[in-house]
């Protein structure tokens, strides 16, 4: 996978790219395909000006990709580009960072070395993404945490696009990454409440007869980590005499998911009870015989107890 701007690492490739707009503030092409040129930190051209390997990914976006050398000084570089825009001569310039390999942190430049703080991609299965799809269009309906919000620039100015429309951009609460690892969490709780089980995202009964309880131990996880941001948020406004308090959301979520925690491991308790799985390398019959009455009745009586 290429690299992008903030770090292209030496030996790899890294994709630089760039939107053009017209004045209507509408993305436009070019009249002609853009010409980039790249020099090093030194200021050394590596890249002659070309439009060689300019490629048209999207209306008025163009991507060059560069394959950086293993042996270049590492720092901020430099890629040009020019071209013309209804006549109009337009010239950008941009800086992307050449890193080391990514193993170099820990010291070694030995590939296939894994560095602490790596990282670490989801490596789930089709089946197992279709399960965890579904309950995390279930815990989103709950949390409602998705929320959108006016663009600015750089210098704090609201977007607009050419019809004078503010332009809106995502500002959810929690990102599909973090709603996965509670998702993820939840399950293994479930798995870890006695009876011990080994369910999985792609197990049908997860995420249709179960999926309640698997969305409310995520919803739970979500409450108690937004709890304590919004408690850092409580705090008094004062301008000139007159004074505000916002509502004390931190207090509200805690008790809000202390609650939900009595009565959410109660229920994980009886569900894992009711459906009591086969015990890991006993067995049906080990697991079926212990708990039949005439069994028991059996084992107390070859102990000449009475019951």
């Known amino acids: 996978m290429a690299n992008n701007r903030n770090q292209a ?15 209507d503030g509408l993305p436009r092409d070019s009249d002609a395909t853009p010409e ?3 020099t090093d930190i030194n200021g050394d051209i590596v890249v002659t000006t070309t439009s060689v390997g300019v490629t048209k990914e999207d209306k008025g976006l163009y991507v060059y990709s560069y394959d950086v050398g293993s042996a270049v000084d590492t720092g901020l570089w430099t890629d040009k ?9 337009v010239a950008s310039e941009f800086k992307f960072l050449v890193t080391g390999s990514p193993s170099s942190k820990a010291g070694s430049t030995e590939p296939g070395i894994v560095a602490l703080g790596d990282e670490v991609d989801f490596d789930f299965s089709e089946a197992e993404l279709t399960g965890l799809n579904i309950l995390l ?3 989103k309906s709950r949390l409602r945490s998705d929320g959108k919000k006016p663009s600015r620039d750089e210098y704090g100015a609201f977007i607009t696009d050419g019809y004078g429309e503010i332009v809106m951009e995502e500002c959810n609460v929690f990102s599909d990454e973090i ?3 509670f998702l993820s969490a939840a399950l293994s709780e479930f798995n870890m409440v006695p009876f011990f089980s080994s369910f999985t995202f792609t197990d049908e009964i997860i995420y249709k007869t179960f999926s309640h309880a698997i969305v409310e131990g995520a919803y739970i996880l979500a409450l108690s980590s937004q709890a304590l941001v919004e408690k850092g948020r409580d705090f008094t406004i004062s301008d000139g005499g007159i004074s ?3 509502p004390a959301l931190g207090d509200f979520i805690n008790s809000h998911y202390q609650n939900f925690m009595t009565s959410y491991r109660e229920r994980l308790k009886f569900i894992k009870n009711s459906i009591r799985p086969n015990p890991t390398s006993f067995g049906t019959f080990t697991n079926l015989s212990s708990g039949a009455p005439a069994f028991v009745r059996l ?8 019951i």
Do not use: D, F, N
Request: net charge positive; hydrophobic share 40%.
């Open 137 to 139: 269009k279930h815990l």
């Open 9 to 23: 690492i030496r030996g790899e490739a890294v994709e630089l790219s760039i939107q053009y707009y017209g004045v």
């Open 299 to 306: 084992r107390h009586l070859r102990s000449r107890k009475i």
């Open 36 to 38: 980039i040129q790249i």
């Open 244 to 246: 505000y308090q916002p």
């Open 81 to 89: 580009w020019t071209a013309e825009i209804g006549g109009a001569a």
């Open 179 to 181: 709603l996965a690892c």
